[in-house]
């Protein structure tokens, strides 16, 4: 089975600009989170996805956004980059909600200049 | 105070030691405990989880929860070079809720 597959996998913009990451979960894994890892900050929850719809969001500016298509796969959105944007986003999947069956992607490195 | 305190490291051991991580938490409400390792340039991966004070066994990981204390550790028997990672604690209010992430222990294990 194929795992978590996330693209691109590497990414360099501008502040700014904005991002679009995607994310493709475990074939009929229906919930899938995104994460923002940092060396300061470390591994901080934005939010997740289930059927479609959010059902949890973590304390992040609202320049960051979600969604979920009707095949499960995700995409978060940036806007107006930040240099303390610069970070590995993680991807996870899961059947359902509960995290014991959640597996991570590779991440999508993206530096802001 | 951040809700999960975690010794970042890096900790150098021997191989076949034994190795000790640990957290703090200090939100209470917090009844569901993961371990998580991550090897460089790879995804976080699940080692356990228990939603229980006490101790849980898997292979050469133990899991200790202390409610009481608000204390997690993770003990790892007969240490392996390939043991070599960062390992993060992941508290949570359940297992459907959001993963709160300690910052990570980097862990290495010298041949």
């Known amino acids: 089975k194929a795992g978590v597959t996330q693209t691109p996998r590497y990414l360099i913009k501008t502040r700014g600009q904005q991002v679009t990451l995607s994310c493709s979960p475990i074939?009929?894994?229906?919930?899938v989170s995104w994460y923002q890892q940092t060396p300061g900050q470390g591994l901080q929850f934005l939010f997740e996805y289930f059927s479609e719809t959010q059902r949890n969001k973590g304390n992040f500016p609202g320049r960051f956004s979600g969604r979920q298509f009707s095949n499960s796969r995700s995409e978060m959105n940036v806007s107006t980059l930040e240099l303390g944007d610069s970070a590995l986003y993680l991807c996870a999947s899961s059947p359902g909600t509960v995290k014991e069956t959640q597996y991570f992607g590779p991440g999508t490195r993206l530096l802001v200049l | 105070q951040k809700e999960v305190e975690q010794d970042p490291g890096p900790l150098s051991v021997p191989e076949g030691a034994i190795v000790s991580l640990n957290c703090t938490y200090s939100n209470s409400a917090f009844q569901y405990f993961m371990w998580y390792r991550q090897y460089s340039r790879k995804g976080p991966e699940l080692l356990m989880y228990t939603y229980s004070s006490g101790n849980k066994e898997d292979g050469r990981f133990t899991a200790q929860v202390d409610k009481s204390s608000k204390y997690i550790s993770l003990f790892i028997r007969d240490s392996q070079p390939s043991d070599s990672a960062t390992y993060l604690c992941?508290?949570?209010?359940?297992?459907?809720?959001?993963?709160?992430f300690g910052s990570g222990t980097r862990l290495s294990i010298r041949p």
């Open positions: 992941a508290p949570s209010y359940s297992s459907a809720s959001k993963i709160i």
């Open positions: 074939s009929g894994h229906r919930s």
